[in-house]
Every structure is written in structure tokens, then in C-alpha cells.
């Protein structure tokens, strides 16, 4: 690469020597004197050889093209993967819920964008080198202060633009939040998950002046940098002119004095000009390179960021945990004064939890939203980690197990389930991937959730491309999304020693939703259980109860129990089943909390 930049670089000055030997040759001839046979051969000898100059720059030129481009895929594609590693990579999901990260994540995939401009302004800085040498040594031929001149006339204007694309960057970096922002919108504004409610709300008027507004913050800040840098700039651009214009006149002086050649003033013109091109190339170049360096340099922090949770963590002894007590299928789980806090959030979301939950216990979390029910269960998948005190399994901290061995003996079926656009066969081997190729248990666990007709729709149902937007996906209800969740957790009941459901059946009717809880009861029966639920039906079903309430344990018990003790969980439970039992209770007069009731999962998508 470095050979075709070279000949790239140099051919234009050898074109320009050769032009002026022509132009020397032909003037300096002598009709009367000369031989016209001797002097065309050493022209045509020339012309050959300029012919073969303009063969080689432009061979060089598509040749260096063809390996650039290549080079430039080749770079963005691996940098693209090391980021797709990178974040998937991340044990823990702190990434998904850290303004700074997400402000990184997103500065590091435009800069992935930058590279293949990277490598050629590199290439266009290296062929400036190659070119700026021959250039500068025919020029100072003619006066050693010509391109001297010119460089240090130039120099300013060019300087500065480095300056200004420093200034540019560092307001890219301030304006990511709000960039970021703007692409929120527009994912609400285009996306299918809000198409629903953006039309039945007529929302678009809202959401599209949430996005002119960001948009013109944003453009505007951007705009007035650039009006002050484009002048800055034209003002310096003034004294390179005038360097330029003395280089000319001494040249045409020293013509006119026959100091010099026709053949110097034509070739001489040319280099002038080239030099204060080939300067503007390299330094430019080489400005936008270092701006292009900045953009790119959230990459390299993204790969270079650590993930609080590191992968493969774990002294060998624990590592052994799960295989030593095989036996011991379900987990002891215990929580010692346990606290969390999210990052950059003022208040905790636990504080000082002291929870055992004992093997083969099914326990139920119940409790008011942001109670701090779904963060314990976060903590339980150490998705998380405390923020204070420590989580045991089994007796051992949890920290000090392999996480990869302690996540493969957790099953998990969660409100804000994965949809994940695959095949069925792939949905439901997600819980388990080495039973992917295990037809009879996979129908199995489909046939368990009611979704038999999904597996025997067509040849192979299995294959059936589940997911809307693609042109053979097949959406499904939101109800069926769910069953398929429970299909994927059950793909895990015989590994499983950890079960964790939060809100397992919020979008299913009463129908599905008892055969469901019949399965997972099964499952349950078999591992230690915790269920998160607003429905105080199935918190009555669990062996235990307890009560969360602004981050704390208030009260724990069975259902008899806590009905005794007239607390927080008998007034919880008390409201609901009024919702259920008091005739005058109807959507008109109702003061019922609805999340309590299972309100909030909202109108399900149509069948398929």
C-alpha cells in the first residue's frame, strides 16, 4: 500500500519535470541548426515516458482505491464485531441503565462509522508526504524561499482548522445526551412497539416537535461554531494568497529578465500552485485526521471499559459448587443486609434486605411499584451487585461464583420479556441450548403452554420465523409472546436450581393463566422459587409471603399470617378482592389502584 502511495506522490512532479523538458526542448530549437530527427527521437523518448508516468498515477491511484476500500470494510466490520462482543459481553446490565455508558455506547458506534474515512485521510496524508518532497526540491530550485514562503503563509489558516475541529468534537461530546435523545424520538415516532398508542393519542404532532426542538438545539450550537470557524479561516486564507501571488511574480519577473525558461515559468507555475495544493492536502488531511482520531476514540474506550461483573470470575472451589451439590437440587438463597442503589440515582432502591429463602422454598415478593421487588431479583441473577452487604448461595457469596456456571442453573421468566426474532424452534432452545436440536422436548414445552398448533403449523412448524417486520416473520399475540417466555424458562427445569418469575402471566387470560401456573408450580416444586407479583391470588399459593415497601421488608408470613397482623398486605389484598366482590365497584367510581390488579398490562396484540 505504502508503493502505491508513493508512485501516487510522485508522479505528478515527474510529469511536470518531463512537460518542462518538452517545453524547453521545442523553444530552444533551431530550424535552421538543429536536427528535426535527432530531436523528435529525444521527444518521443519523453512522451513515452510521460505516457508510461500517466499509466503508472492512474494504475496506482484505482489499484490503491481497490485495496483501501477493501481495508476500510475489513476495519469497520472487525471494529463493529469487538463492539458487538464488547456489550453483549457485559455480565451485568448496568450498561443498559447508565446514562454515561449509553452516551459512550452511542458515541462509539458513529466513530465506527468514521473509520473507513480514518484510513483514507491516512492514505491521502501519506501520498501528501511522497508528493510534497519532489515538489518542494524543484521548487526551491528556483528560490530556496518560495516554498518557505508559501508553508508559512499557509500554515495558519490550516492550523486553526485543526483548532476549530477540536472545538467541533468537543461539542459533539457535549450535544451525545441530546443526540441521543433525538433518536428516542424518532424510534417512538417509527417504531412498532408505540405504533398503537401514537395513533390512537394522535401523538405524532407531540413527539415531532419533541424532535424539531432537539433537532434545532442541536443544529444551531453546531451552525454558530462553524460561521466563527469559516471565518477565522477565510481571513488566514488572505495571507496564504499573497505568499502565493509573490512566489508568481518573481517567477514572471525572472522569465521576463530571462533568468528563466519558458519552460521553468510553465512547469515553475504549476509546482507553485502544487505546493500550496499539496500543503492544503497534507495538513488539512491531517487536521481531519486528528478530528476523525476523536470521533473515533469512544471505540477504543468501549473496548477498553470494564465491566463491573467480569466474566469467568470465581475461585475453583466455588466453581465446583453446583456440580458438588448436584444432589442438592434446589438453592439456598440468603440476603445479608442487602442494599442497592442504581448509578447515578440520589436514593436507594434496597436498604439493608435480610432475606433467607430456603431450599425448595417458593417465596413471593409482593409489594407497590418501585417497591424494589424486580431489583432483588436482579441482584438474585447477579445482574447486579450490591451496592452493600452480600448474597449467599448455598452458603457461599455469591461473588465468588462462576457466573457462568451460576447463570446456567437459573431460569427466568420476566415481565419485559426478550422477543426475539428467530425461528420457534430457536425461541424455545434459548432456555436451553443444548437441547436445540431436541425436537420431542422442545414440542414438549410448547404442548405445556398451549402452543402446540404454533409447532405443527405447515412441514415444520419448528422452523416458523417468529417475529413482525420480516418479510416471512409471524407476530404473535402478546399473550402467546408470553407462553413462549414460559416455554423457554420450562426448556431449563431439569438444570434449574434458581427459579425467578416476575410477573409470569400479567398478559395472559384466567384460562392460560392457570394452565400456566400449574407448570411453573411443577417447576417450582423441584428448585427454590421467587415470585414477583401483584396478583395476591398466586402471592397466596407460595409457601411464604413477602412484603416490600420503598426498598424494605415490612412484613413476612403466609397468607393466614399476614391477614392476622392487619397490615400493609391485608389492606394490598383487601383492595383487590373488593375490585372483585363490591357490586358497586365499576370503572365509573372505582378508586382501586389498578396496578394491583393486573390492569397494567394493556390491550394485547390480535391473534395470529
Not at 413527539?207 to 460561521?227: G, I, N, P, T, V
Not at 533568468?259 to 492536502?281: E, M, P, Y
Not at 398451549?450 to 418479510?471: H, K, N, Y
Request: some cysteine; charged content about 20%.
Amino acid at each position: 500500500m505504502t508503493l502505491l502511495h508513493a508512485l501516487q506522490g510522485i508522479g505528478p512532479a515527474l510529469s511536470l519535470l518531463l512537460l518542462k523538458i518538452v517545453i524547453d526542448t521545442v523553444t530552444r530549437f533551431d530550424p535552421a541548426t538543429g536536427d528535426v530527427r535527432a530531436t523528435m527521437s529525444s521527444l518521443g523518448l519523453i512522451i513515452v515516458a510521460f505516457f508510461f508516468t500517466e499509466i503508472v498515477m492512474d494504475s496506482a491511484e484505482t489499484l490503491g482505491g481497490f485495496v483501501m476500500s477493501g481495508l476500510e470494510d475489513k476495519v469497520e466490520g472487525s471494529l463493529k464485531r469487538d463492539i458487538l462482543v464488547k456489550v453483549s459481553g457485559f455480565n451485568d446490565i448496568s450498561l443498559f441503565e447508565n446514562p454515561d455508558l449509553l452516551n459512550l455506547v452511542h458515541l462509539a458506534q458513529s466513530g465506527v462509522t468514521k473509520i473507513q474515512s480514518l484510513a483514507s485521510k491516512l492514505g491521502n496524508v501519506t501520498v501528501g508526504v511522497f508528493a510534497f518532497v519532489p515538489v518542494f526540491i524543484l521548487s526551491a530550485s528556483i528560490a530556496w524561499w518560495i516554498p518557505v514562503l508559501i508553508f508559512l503563509t499557509s500554515l495558519p489558516s490550516i492550523l486553526f482548522q485543526g483548532r476549530f475541529e477540536e472545538q467541533t468534537w468537543n461539542l459533539v461530546e457535549t450535544q451525545a445526551e441530546m443526540v441521543r435523545d433525538k433518536r428516542v424520538q424518532e424510534e417512538m415516532l417509527s417504531g412498532e412497539p408505540f405504533a398503537k398508542d401514537i395513533r390512537l393519542f394522535r401523538l405524532q404532532g407531540f413527539f415531532l416537535r419533541r424532535w424539531d426542538h432537539l433537532y434545532q438545539s442541536a443544529y444551531r450550537e453546531m451552525q454558530a461554531l462553524r460561521k466563527k470557524g469559516t471565518a477565522v479561516v477565510l481571513a488566514w486564507s488572505l495571507l496564504s494568497g499573497l505568499g502565493i501571488a509573490t512566489a508568481y511574480v518573481y517567477l514572471i519577473a525572472g522569465t521576463l529578465t530571462r533568468q528563466h525558461s519558458v519552460g521553468d515559468l510553465a512547469v515553475f507555475t504549476g509546482l507553485i500552485f502544487q505546493v500550496r495544493s499539496i500543503l492544503f492536502i497534507l495538513l488539512w488531511n491531517t487536521s481531519n485526521l486528528f478530528a476523525l482520531c476523536l470521533e473515533t476514540r469512544p471505540v477504543f474506550t468501549l473496548l477498553e471499559t470494564m465491566p463491573s461483573i467480569a466474566g469467568g470470575e470465581g475461585t475453583a472451589d466455588a466453581a465446583d459448587t453446583f456440580e458438588t451439590n448436584s444432589a442438592k437440587k434446589a438453592a439456598d438463597i440468603e440476603f445479608r443486609n442487602v442494599s442497592f442503589r442504581y448509578p447515578n440515582s440520589p436514593v436507594e432502591s434496597l436498604s439493608r434486605v435480610n432475606l433467607h429463602i430456603l431450599a425448595g422454598e417458593t417465596v413471593a415478593i409482593v409489594g407497590e411499584n418501585g417497591a424494589g421487588k424486580t431489583t432483588l431479583a436482579k441482584l438474585a441473577c447477579r445482574l447486579y451487585d450490591p451496592t452493600g452487604g452480600e448474597i449467599l448461595w448455598d452458603g457461599k457469596p455469591l461473588a465468588t461464583l462462576d457466573i457462568t456456571s451460576l447463570r446456567s442453573r437459573i431460569t427466568w421468566v420476566g415481565q419485559d420479556f426478550a422477543r426475539f426474532v428467530a425461528t420457534l424452534r430457536q425461541n424455545v432452545a434459548f432456555g436451553w441450548l443444548p437441547s436445540l436440536d431436541d425436537n420431542e422436548k422442545i414440542k414438549d414445552m410448547l404442548g405445556s403452554v398451549g402452543l402446540t398448533s404454533l409447532a405443527e403449523r405447515g412441514g415444520d412448524g419448528l422452523e416458523t420465523l417468529i417475529g413482525a417486520g420480516l418479510e416471512k416473520g409471524t407476530n404473535l399475540s402478546g399473550g402467546q409472546w408470553q407462553r413462549l417466555a414460559v416455554a423457554r424458562a420450562l426448556m431449563r427445569k431439569e438444570e434449574a436450581r434458581l427459579m425467578i418469575l416476575d410477573e409470569p402471566t400479567s398478559a395472559l387470560d384466567p384460562r392460560n393463566e392457570y394452565e400456566i401456573l400449574s407448570q411453573l408450580q411443577t417447576l417450582a416444586r423441584s428448585c427454590t422459587g421467587i415470585v414477583i407479583t401483584h396478583r395476591l391470588s398466586l402471592a397466596r399459593a407460595c409457601d411464604r409471603i413477602v412484603v416490600f415497601d420503598k426498598g424494605a421488608i415490612v412484613e413476612s408470613g403466609t397468607h393466614a399470617e399476614l391477614m392476622r397482623r392487619e397490615g400493609l398486605y391485608q389492606e394490598m389484598f383487601v383492595r383487590q378482592a373488593s375490585s372483585y366482590l363490591d357490586p358497586e365497584m365499576d370503572l365509573h367510581n372505582s378508586n382501586r389502584i389498578e396496578d394491583e390488579n393486573g390492569m397494567e398490562d394493556g390491550p394485547q396484540d390480535d391473534p395470529v
